[in-house]
């Protein structure tokens, strides 16, 4: 049995899956751009599934300069990993996601840094009654509460903060 020709002719545009992207590097250099659609869906060259988030790839001749664009939003990556790991940010399926304050994240690395992080006790005072509490809150959130100055104590804070900070003391 014959096996099956993968490598693209030089110009010739195809598309690409995110798991093949992930699993194989092709031989030659490729430049991607990330393409979606809600509408239709894309046949990967690899592995023939239907998908509506791709990358859409095409060989370019080894002189020149590889720049992976988003179709979405014209930004530029100089790898088709760092492409891909910002495509999430469009589609919003996301690999790993914190259940506390719905942040995704591309790779479990980047997830398990935000988890310790979040796990981290802090020295907290309440923006209400200026009592010191010690508490467990995401990166994120502590940086946007700090900043709009709503951080409260168990005592002073509203019902729907309360899911988002884990109190470990008054």
Not at 2 to 13: F, I, K, T, Y
Not at 22 to 49: A, D, H, M, N, P
Not at 75 to 97: A, E, I, K, M, V
Request: aromatic fraction near 12%; proline fraction near 5%.
């Amino acid at each position: 049995m014959a096996e099956r020709n993968d490598s693209p002719v030089e110009g010739e545009l195809f598309y690409i899956c995110f798991p093949c992207v992930r699993v194989r590097r092709l031989g030659t250099k490729i430049e991607f751009v990330y393409v979606s659609s809600e509408e239709s869906t894309f046949t990967c060259r690899r592995c023939q599934r239907s998908c509506k988030f791709v990358l859409q790839a095409v060989k370019v001749p080894p002189h020149h300069r590889l720049s992976h664009l988003c179709s979405e939003c014209n930004q530029r990556f100089s790898t088709p990993s760092d492409l891909f790991n910002h495509s999430y940010g469009h589609s919003g399926d996301w690999p790993f996601r914190c259940r506390l304050c719905y942040e995704g994240f591309a790779m479990n690395s980047e997830f398990e840094r935000h988890v310790a992080r979040r796990e981290t006790v802090r020295n907290l005072r309440c923006n209400e009654c200026c009592r010191e509490f010690k508490a467990k809150i995401c990166p994120r959130t502590y940086t946007d509460m700090r900043r709009l100055q709503h951080l409260y104590c168990r005592n002073c804070c509203n019902v729907e903060n309360r899911d988002i900070i884990e109190y470990v003391s008054p």
